[in-house]
């Protein structure tokens, strides 16, 4: 099974922030590597595909980036809706793997 | 509109089984595999397996082989999850998601590569499991 790693487990910051998330891939994946949204009680709703493809209607602030075993999602100008817990999925093969989850919650 | 609904919140007694519900609408049912995919309190999500609506072709990982069924009724849109042998350890709120394809260019093949990822969920199921 491919693992997938995320860090930090958690991020404290602040409305017009920018912050950066950080996935490891225990193999190459070849850029199919997705990011996910999950806020409290919800299911996780997708904000990119292929690495650096915005869903539609995801905010331009959201981008990816990253190639083999290591991508970032960087959120520029944090805005109240964005605190959340994030996840990193990849759908090179199955099992699907997630990572284990980056926080970010109001400094 | 376009969405997959979950049947409701279960409880069970370890050894029993659960079943979950989840019924697609406003899109072509038959088009998209639906997985299913759990997630225990403050864990990550764990994936259990998908169904093919076209075809009922099925695919489960290894951890849940031989525990989990997953079926589909075209005529009704609906996919089902069967977990049996419950332990305490399968207490998670269980998702449907529809897998999507999505076209992109990728350096590694030089070309065009697809790409699923789970494009909408079910609002979830909580499945506990307490003697």
């Known amino acids: 099974d491919i693992q997938m790693t995320q860090s930090p487990s958690s991020l404290s910051a602040s409305v017009g922030d920018r912050v950066t998330i950080t996935c490891r891939a225990s193999?190459?994946?070849?850029?199919?590597l997705n990011w996910y949204q999950q806020k409290d009680g919800k299911a996780p709703n997708l904000l990119i595909y292929?690495?650096?493809n915005l869903q539609t209607g995801v905010p331009p602030r959201f981008s990816g980036s990253g190639s083999g075993t290591d991508f970032t999602l960087t959120i520029n100008s944090l805005q109240p809706e964005d605190f959340a817990t994030y996840f990193c999925?990849?759908?090179?093969?199955?099992?699907?793997?997630f990572g284990q989850g980056t926080k970010l919650d109001i400094k | 509109q376009v969405q997959l609904v979950q049947s409701g919140a279960d409880v069970k007694k370890p050894g029993a089984s659960v079943e979950v519900s989840c019924k697609a609408s406003?899109?072509?049912?038959?088009?998209?595999?639906i997985h299913w995919v759990r997630q225990a309190p403050g864990q990550r999500p764990e994936w259990l397996g998908c169904?093919?609506?076209?075809?009922?072709?099925?695919k489960y990982s290894q951890k849940f082989q031989g525990r989990v069924t997953m079926t589909g009724d075209t005529t009704a849109t609906t996919v089902y999850m069967e977990l049996r042998s419950l332990t305490s350890e399968d207490t998670a709120v269980y998702y449907c998601?529809?897998?999507?394809?999505?076209?992109?260019?990728?350096?590694?093949?030089?070309?065009?590569?697809?790409?699923?990822?789970?494009?909408?969920w079910g609002q979830g199921t909580m499945v506990t499991v307490s003697s």
């Open positions: 406003g899109y072509s049912f038959n088009r998209e595999s």
């Open positions: 193999q190459t994946i070849n850029r199919h």
């Open positions: 169904i093919n609506t076209g075809n009922g072709d099925t």
């Open positions: 292929a690495v650096s």
């Open positions: 998601a529809r897998e999507w394809a999505y076209d992109f260019w990728s350096p590694y093949l030089g070309g065009l590569d697809t790409i699923d990822p789970f494009d909408m």
């Open positions: 999925q990849q759908s090179f093969s199955t099992p699907r793997t």
